[in-house]
Nanobody, 122 residues
Framework: QVQPVQSGGGSVQAGGSLRLSCTAP????????MYWYRQAAGKQREWVSA???????AYADSVKGRFTISRDKAKDTVYLQMNSLNREDTAMYSC????????????????WGQGTQVTVSS
């Protein structure tokens, strides 16, 4: 598949919000799931959130209640709405398509988005 394309991100004050987008043509038709990851400078990449082909969502404890993952099947796009941001959320955020349910191998080819920086200041 074509590499997922991300948008959103940027700099925001603590307590603010940002919405990330990840568009992956074929995501819907191939029954892919989508994961969001983040990696802070000098830190290991960590899983943030996921949505599967049935629309079931999951979140890391660090973002639960503040972040919301959603999808628009018609647009082959997944969103990550990030509210109540704090400086610990500063990281490079990346989306990744994954096999989910009856997903095809398509979902695991060129599956990483290009990444986008989120910087939270106070």
């Amino acid at each position: 598949q074509v590499q997922p394309v991300q948008s959103g991100g940027g700099s925001v004050q603590a307590g603010g919000s940002l919405r990330l987008s990840c568009t992956a043509p074929g995501f819907t038709s191939n029954r892919c799931g989508m994961y969001w990851y983040r990696q802070a400078a000098g830190k290991q990449r960590e899983w943030v959130s996921a949505i599967n082909t049935d629309g079931i969502t999951a979140y890391a404890d660090s973002v639960k209640g503040r972040f919301t993952i959603s999808r628009d099947k018609a647009k082959d796009t997944v969103y990550l709405q990030m509210n109540s941001l704090n400086r610990e959320d500063t990281a490079m955020y990346s989306c990744k398509t994954v096999r989910s349910g009856l997903g095809t191998p398509f979902c695991d080819i060129n599956s990483w988005g290009q990444g986008t920086q989120v910087t939270v200041s106070s």
